[in-house]
């Protein structure tokens, strides 16, 4: 019976399972060793000593005259109860107690593995638990092997495994084994009865979280976070309010000459972040949204959620950002689709505005090139072939058809 004990108390060390846990694991487990071997544990006790690390089998049955047993599992003769104890008499209840050899060798060592099994279950249990309560929470972790897929880590905390995909990392993401990675528990889920605990560095709750450790305004609740959009590695933009007039949040949220967004900067591997003040008003929302850029205009369909953005011919291409991040990101950020147009007072006499070529071009094309904010002939004409590319969907037949339109316009002149 020891060994059995002393094989719950090897696995229970560490694995965090509460007394009663304890005590009704190894109570199935010796109620199903007592059901192999009598057919039923109706009459039988089970007292597990977790202090002292024992346990006690009783059979109880009722105390009978000889001949008159007619239920050998409840019942037991007078003369084999004396066998048992001197003092016993008819009409009471004989306590027997078994002894774990009566089981034998290889029922002892079944219930062994039934045990080990289910305290394998329980401490799976236990992890999925508590990591399903961590969800969103930043961990810290040591990188303990890097697989083709994912890199593996081990919990600074509980020492557990945990999986770091690859899609899960930003691009500029390099480890080695040994190195401290921190990332946010995304989910956790059970793939073949093992819980599997998926850790991001990409998820905009990554970044919610970093700035809730550098910017204490945030964590007291004095400053929220409104909303966050992030292309990972490259930029993100942040919204946020503060509830207390005399707080700046957006300066709270940077810092003394950038001290608490440096930090935040690097760990996201010099990600560009922009923190702007949230409002309800849309289009000073949507302004705020296309920092660095200066918007002059802004016309709003808020029925199809369009907005038409003017701006100066040198804040174009601030507005809309390397690659279109900046553009891309704003309209995330608000809700609108919005298109960039050139302030048509500076338009050149002989230039000619892109929608007098609908006949030639189609409109969804004509719309991809308003969006990188070209809204004329010479605007287009002024970019290079590999600009377009770069900067619109377009493909490259697309692309040199409409500068052979466009160039021709002019050509006939």
């Known amino acids: 019976m020891i060994n059995l004990v002393d094989t719950f108390s090897e696995f229970k060390a560490g694995k965090n399972i509460d007394r009663p846990t304890m005590v009704r694991v190894l109570e199935d487990v010796f109620r199903t060793l007592i059901r192999k ?11 597990v000593n977790t202090q002292k690390g024992d346990l006690e089998l009783w059979r109880v049955r009722e105390i009978v005259p000889d001949g008159e047993v007619t239920d050998d599992r409840s019942q037991v003769s007078i003369s084999e ?16 107690q078994l002894h774990l050899e009566d089981f034998g060798r290889r029922a002892i060592m079944a219930a062994r593995q039934t045990l080990i099994s289910r305290i394998m279950e329980l401490e799976k249990d236990d992890v999925y638990k508590k990591y399903v309560e961590r969800v969103g929470e930043v961990i810290v972790g040591e990188v303990h092997q890097i697989l ?33 990675v921190r990332g946010v528990i995304r989910k956790v ?33 004095l400053i929220t976070v409104k909303k966050i959009v992030r292309m990972p590695g490259e930029r993100a933009k ?39 003040n949230f409002t309800n008003n849309d289009s000073l929302f949507i302004q705020r949204s296309l920092t660095p ?59 000619v505005d892109l929608d007098e070529f609908k006949d030639e071009i189609d409109n ?18 002024e ?14 037949e697309t692309v040199i058809d409409v500068l052979n339109i466009l160039r021709s316009e002019f050509e006939e002149e």
């Open 364 to 381: 969804w094309i004509i719309d991809a090139l308003k969006g990188i904010g070209c809204d004329s002939a010479r605007s287009v004409l």
């Open 238 to 276: 942040v919204a946020v309010e503060s509830y207390d007039d005399r707080i700046d949040p957006v300066g709270a949220c940077v810092g003394m000459k950038g001290s608490r967004i440096h930090g935040i900067v690097r760990e996201l591997r010099n990600e560009n972040i922009d923190i702007v």
């Open 81 to 96: 109860a004396l066998s048992i104890d001197d003092d016993y008499e008819i009409g009471e209840e004989c306590y027997e």
């Open 37 to 47: 071997k009598f057919g039923s544990d109706e009459n039988f006790d089970v007292i």
């Open 189 to 221: 889920e059970m793939k073949n009865n093992n819980p599997v605990v998926i850790v991001s560095r990409t998820d905009s709750i990554f970044l919610e979280k970093l700035l809730e450790q550098e910017v204490p305004e945030i964590e007291d609740g």
């Open 148 to 180: 083709k897929r994912e890199i593996l880590i081990l919990d600074d905390t509980t020492g557990n495994e945990l999986i770091l995909p690859r899609n899960e990392m930003i691009k500029g993401d390099f480890f080695r084994k040994g190195d401290m």
């Open 293 to 351: 850029a200066k918007v002059t205009n802004i016309n709003l369909d808020t029925e199809n959620m369009r907005a038409s953005v003017f701006l100066e011919p040198d804040q174009v291409s601030l507005a809309i950002g390397k690659g279109g991040t900046n553009i891309k990101l704003a309209s995330k950020l608000t809700g609108f689709e919005i298109d960039v147009f050139r302030n048509n007072d500076e338009m050149e006499i002989d230039d």
């Open 383 to 396: 970019l290079s072939k590999e600009e377009l590319l770069r900067r619109t969907d377009l493909e490259e």
